[in-house]
């Protein structure tokens, strides 16, 4: 019996030991309103929070630098402003995960080839889920070219909606500048909107699957390949007032009204959607009977691998 009580002593005193350790290396932060600029330098976890009326910041709502890992996850970005770009969500270098969630009337003032107006990313492992760009920005000018975009690095992109954004300056449905070859790109949604293009990529070959590009106005092209190949799998592009690429474009398994390349060329199509939404409810302010630590304990054993622990 001795024996037995001494053992969880011992695996009581290192999980303890452990919980300090992600008490000094990470801040965890829930259901919190946020209404002026967060900075993070290490490894942080923002779950049902709202960052709103962050206005005329100087690169974001949240901005995230350094090795560490940024994971946003159900949170809102609301009525965010910057007088450069990115102005909800910001991360250079590391790892983020943004998960299910909404950035909204979200824009940048300066026109550029990196990051977008309402988030991006330099030189980082990014993962992107379920998240919705809902007028990014209202009007053409100021502007700061795409929507979202990704510079260098790696990319999972998965369930993108870009809907009522309007600007001039890149790629409505993302960007991706020297992001690596070979990454996830599928599931991705444009419509209503007004932009230079509907989806860009710069100097490495990229694959998406499943896209909608649908009842938007482009100043310059549609697809816009500079100096790499795009493809895309399984896309469907209606109502559209530009059809012409640029670059080395591929259509495989492709409907439209009107792109040359595509497989299928109709007037109009019916295409069932099977539909998952990430949030089962919006409410924000109701508190679930849930354990945070717990929450952080789940994720740290995700990460244990990439904790440095010293003895």
């Given at each position: 019996?001795?024996?037995?009580?001494?053992?969880?002593?011992?695996?009581?005193?290192?999980?303890?030991?452990?919980?300090?350790?992600?008490?000094?290396?990470?801040?965890?932060?829930?259901?919190?309103?946020?209404?002026?600029?967060?900075?993070?330098?290490?490894?942080?976890?923002?779950?049902?929070c709202r960052f709103e009326d962050c206005q005329e910041t100087e690169s974001g709502a949240l901005v995230s630098s350094g090795s560490n890992e940024l994971v946003v996850e159900q949170t809102d970005f609301l009525r965010c402003s910057s007088k450069t770009k990115c102005a909800g969500l910001k991360k250079e270098n590391g790892k983020l995960l943004m998960d299910c969630c909404l950035l909204k009337e979200c824009h940048g003032k300066i026109d550029n080839d990196i990051f977008g107006t309402a988030m991006g990313s330099s030189n980082c492992d990014a993962k992107i889920l379920d998240t919705t760009f809902l007028m990014?920005?209202?009007?053409?000018?100021?502007?700061?070219?795409?929507?979202?975009?990704?510079?260098?690095?790696?990319?999972?992109?998965?369930?993108?909606?870009?809907?009522?954004?309007?600007?001039?300056?890149?790629?409505?449905?993302?960007?991706?500048?020297?992001?690596?070859?070979?990454?996830?790109?599928?599931?991705?949604?444009?419509?209503?909107?007004?932009?230079?293009?509907?989806?860009?990529?710069?100097?490495?070959?990229?694959?998406?699957?499943?896209?909608?590009?649908?009842?938007?106005?482009?100043?310059?092209?549609?697809?816009?390949?500079?100096?790499?190949?795009?493809?895309v799998i399984s896309g469907c592009f209606f109502k559209n007032d530009c059809y012409n690429n640029y670059g080395t474009v591929e259509l495989i398994n492709?409907?439209?009204?009107?792109?040359?390349?595509?497989?299928?060329?109709?007037?109009?199509?019916?295409?069932?959607?099977?539909?998952?939404?990430?949030?089962?409810?919006?409410?924000?302010?109701?508190?679930?009977d849930k354990n945070p630590l717990l929450i952080v304990m789940v994720w740290l054993l995700m990460n244990l691998a990439h904790l440095e622990i010293s003895t």
């Open positions: 019996m001795a024996h037995h009580l001494n053992l969880m002593e011992a695996q009581q005193s290192l999980l303890i030991s452990t919980l300090n350790l992600i008490q000094l290396r990470t801040s965890y932060f829930q259901e919190q309103v946020f209404r002026e600029v967060v900075v993070v330098t290490k490894s942080s976890i923002f779950v049902k990014c920005w209202k009007a053409a000018s100021p502007y700061a070219d795409s929507v979202y975009g990704l510079y260098k690095g790696t990319a999972d992109i998965n369930g993108i909606n870009c809907s009522r954004c309007i600007s001039r300056g890149g790629g409505l449905a993302g960007s991706l500048n020297e992001v690596e070859s070979g990454v996830e790109l599928r599931y991705i949604q444009g419509v209503q909107s007004e932009e230079h293009n509907a989806f860009e990529a710069f100097q490495t070959e990229h694959t998406i699957n499943y896209m909608n590009i649908i009842n938007n106005t482009f100043t310059h092209r549609f697809f816009n390949a500079y100096q790499t190949k795009l493809t492709c409907i439209s009204d009107g792109l040359l390349g595509a497989t299928f060329q109709e007037d109009i199509s019916t295409i069932k959607f099977d539909v998952n939404e990430c949030r089962t409810s919006r409410r924000f302010t109701q508190r679930e």
